[in-house]
């Protein structure tokens, strides 16, 4: 079992370094590794009666990276794309 545990650490360790490789170093040459996707952003208020108040930004182009994990403070891509609505509670 302990060897199992560590076989997939140092394989989850060695695709995460290939994949900050290939967005710091650009490995394909000509590809840019990053892109932006339009993400539209609302605010959850609660009031104090309880009851949520909403508040709703246009849509905003958000810069992500195009990789399988997040590098240099951006969100991949691919997650982006699928979360398009982002709601922040307060």
């Not at 394989?11 to 996707?37: E, N, Q, S």
């Not at 991949?76 to 982002?86: A, E, G, M, N, S």
Request: proline share 9%.
């Amino acid at each position: 079992m302990k060897r199992i545990v560590i076989v997939v650490g140092s394989l989850l360790c060695l695709i995460y370094a290939g994949d900050y490789a290939v967005v710091r170093f650009r490995i394909p040459k000509g590809r840019d590794p990053f892109g932006t996707v339009q993400v539209r952003i609302y605010y959850s208020v609660t009031k104090k009666d309880g009851k949520p108040d909403f508040y709703f930004n246009p849509p905003e182009n958000q810069p992500c990276v195009r990789s399988l994990f997040p590098h240099f403070g951006y969100s991949p891509c691919w997650y982006l794309k699928r979360h398009k609505v982002q709601k922040i509670s307060m």
